[in-house]
Structures are given as structure tokens and as C-alpha cells.
């Protein structure tokens, strides 16, 4: 975490820092992200996610707690949009990037709205079949991966190798 | 120590009833079980419903052996301490998960040599039996594949830039959840200079 925050503050003054929201659901999709964040070094990342106890985990980032949903349920859809759109407003990123699920699905979608360039990167976990979110929203994204590259394909996704 | 894990989004009743049952039948005590809602309550090893991210990987660091269901979050966390890994993948038609996706996890972790599977209850009551002989996998960095990050740097900062990482070898101190031990890019940049 040191070697972050000193690199963070050092390209501080040279460059503008890219202005980075990255969203993850819980689990699996955290530690995910988590594995992503040397290639965030020297920029603002803004984190959100579902659990307030993976605070602990990224220091003294901007942190946004989201509610996680289910296609099966509604309201919490809802609910989520509701408050990824409130997140999108006042943190105003020039990049999204997210390993899913659904609060990666709506943070693509409001993203591209709000003008974001926006990547997502499908789960590990997705071997035989690409995530039902990252299939919906893979067209609304600049950077669309996977990390299988039997799931590959010629109009995206893309393998630009794993996590692992 | 070992660890028994389910996650914290679906109750797992057949792994844990199954390890313990063979926990008592055993008379082994160092088992330490993480249940979430599972409604089976061990009566022959340690328990806890839910633990905290930094508890949490404590637990996977000081674990001699881990056996799981075939979360991504766990397996990754597990080979970055390099513990051997028993993985018993959740099962659509029993309500384990909404589907059988958790098979080709398994399934393609366990080709790449990263963790054991058990794909029945048989299979697992054998990996068991032999538990000590479980084979350790390699120990991984903490952070993804230098062509992944050198990827999500072009698109972070939208330009072609040289690739910035370059694959070091290193492990994980558990004592810092964030253990980044790659290269900082700004100064292999400089030395590819």
C-alpha cells in the first residue's frame, strides 16, 4: 500500500491523474479488482462495492457502499441504479473499470452516459460462458475482456490474459 | 489448521456436514469451519458464520490446507500463500448456486494444476483420507498477469504507452492485504529508457 500512496503522490505533480471508479460486487469480484490495482497507480481511484468491511482493504481511498442485486429482484435494481447514478454525479470519472456484477453492469451503462470510457473485465469464474451481465452490457464498453481465451471472440470479447 | 470455507453468499450444507462428520469420525480438533447460512452446525470443528475481509485472510494465511467451494475470491486469496486447495464446486440441481458454473471453475483450475477437486462425495471422503499428500501449488503474485495490468494501463491513461509491467517473482505478506510487489511503472519505464 505504500509503495501506491508514495507513486500516487509523486505523479501528482506532473500529470493529470485519470479520475478512475472501480466497482466490483462481493466476493470473487473484489478480490478480482483488487488484483487489478498496480495498473491504477498514480491515478484517483474512486472504489465502490458492496460490503463497508472491504473499507479495511484500500486504505484511504474515496470508498461508495452500493446495495447488490439479483435480475430477480426488481426494486434492489432499482435501488442500485438509483444510487450508481448519485456516485456517478459526484465523483464524475473519466474511466470506469469493473469485474462485475450487477453494480458493474449499471456502472457501465451510467458511465457511458456521463461520458466515461468504461472497461469490463469478465470474472475468472466464467469458463464455459461469458457472465449474463458482461454479455448485455459488453457493446456499451471501450475495453470488453475476458480472461478465458476460448471465450474470446472476433467483435469482443478480448483475452488480454487473467487475474492469475 | 484447516480451513473450511463456503463464502458468504450461499448456505453449502453438504460440504460442511460432510467434512463434519469426518472430522468426529476422525477425532481430529483442527478444523476451523467458515458457514455463512448453512444450516447444518458443526458439532465436531470451529465455526463461524461470516469473517471479515482481514480476518478472513488471515485465516487462508495460516491455514495448513484449505477446502472450499470453488469461489474465485477464495482460490485466488489461497494461491497467493500457496495452500494446497480442496475444492468441492456447487451444484445447480441440489440449490447449491443458480447453476453449475462452480464445475468449470473446478474443472479449468484443476487442468491448470492450481487446486484439487473432489466432484462427489466419494471423491471428497478419499481426498480426505489422503489429505497430507495434497499437492501445494505454486505460490502466485498478488496482483493479475503483467499483459492484464498492461492492458488496463493503456485504457487508464488512453495511450499506447510501452508496457509498464514486466513479471517479478515475489510472495504475499498477509500482513499487508494490499502486498503490491510488481513493478512500480513509472520506474521501469525509466530502466527500459
Known sequence: ?164 | MIFVTVGAQMPFDRLVRNVDTWAGRCGRNDLFAQIGNTAWRPGNMAWTAFLDPPDYRQRLFAADLIITHAGMGTILTALEFGRPILVVPRRGDLNETRNDHQFGTARALSEAGRVTVAWNERELFESLRRLDSLPAPQRVASHASCRLLNALRQFVRREATAPAFQPVTGESDPASPIGFLGPEPRQSRRRAA
Open chain 1, 1 to 164: 500500500m505504500l509503495m501506491i500512496a508514495e507513486a500516487t503522490e509523486r505523479a501528482d505533480t506532473t500529470t493529470r491523474k485519470t479520475r478512475i471508479l472501480a466497482v466490483a460486487s462481493g466476493g470473487g469480484h473484489w478480490v478480482q479488482l483488487l488484483r487489478l490495482r498496480p495498473a491504477f497507480v498514480g491515478e484517483h481511484v474512486v472504489y465502490v462495492t458492496v460490503n463497508r468491511a472491504y473499507r479495511a482493504e484500500i486504505g484511504a481511498a474515496p470508498f461508495h457502499v452500493v446495495n447488490d442485486a439479483t435480475r430477480w429482484n426488481k426494486w434492489g435494481l432499482i435501488k442500485l441504479a438509483a444510487r450508481m447514478a448519485w456516485i456517478m454525479l459526484r465523483e464524475r470519472p473519466d474511466a470506469v473499470v469493473t469485474t462485475g456484477a450487477a453494480p458493474g453492469y449499471f456502472a457501465i451503462l451510467l458511465g457511458k452516459l456521463f461520458g466515461a470510457r468504461t472497461a469490463w473485465i469478465d470474472s475468472m469464474a466464467n469458463v464455459d460462458c461469458l457472465s449474463l451481465s458482461g454479455q448485455k452490457v459488453g457493446r456499451w464498453t471501450d475495453l470488453w475482456l475476458t480472461q478465458w481465451p476460448s471465450l474470446a471472440r472476433k467483435d469482443g470479447p478480448r483475452f488480454e490474459g487473467s487475474v492469475l
